[in-house]
């Protein structure tokens, strides 16, 4: 037997401490602003224990003009 309980959603951006420079969310309104993350080259990596952005809400990556690729994971933990 499964049971589930329903709750609303609320939005959430929440970095994880994997890379060697975390990302940063601010929150200001219905707008998340996302800054620092982990560079390569042309590449931004950023990398969340959540990412969910509801309806009527926005988030904005703050990067720097050199940056080609935004490149986003969810990280997932599992303990057995």
Known sequence: MLLLK???SL???IPDSTLP???RVTQSGNSFMLD???TSGS???HSF????VLRGKEAFFNNATNIDN???RQYIFISR
Request: no cysteine.
């Open 11 to 13: 939005a959430q951006i």
């Open 36 to 38: 620092r993350g982990t």
């Open 21 to 23: 420079n975390n990302s």
């Open 6 to 8: 329903l709750t609303p």
């Open 70 to 72: 935004i490149i986003n």
């Open 43 to 45: 590449n931004l990596f």
């Open 49 to 52: 224990q959540e990412f969910s």
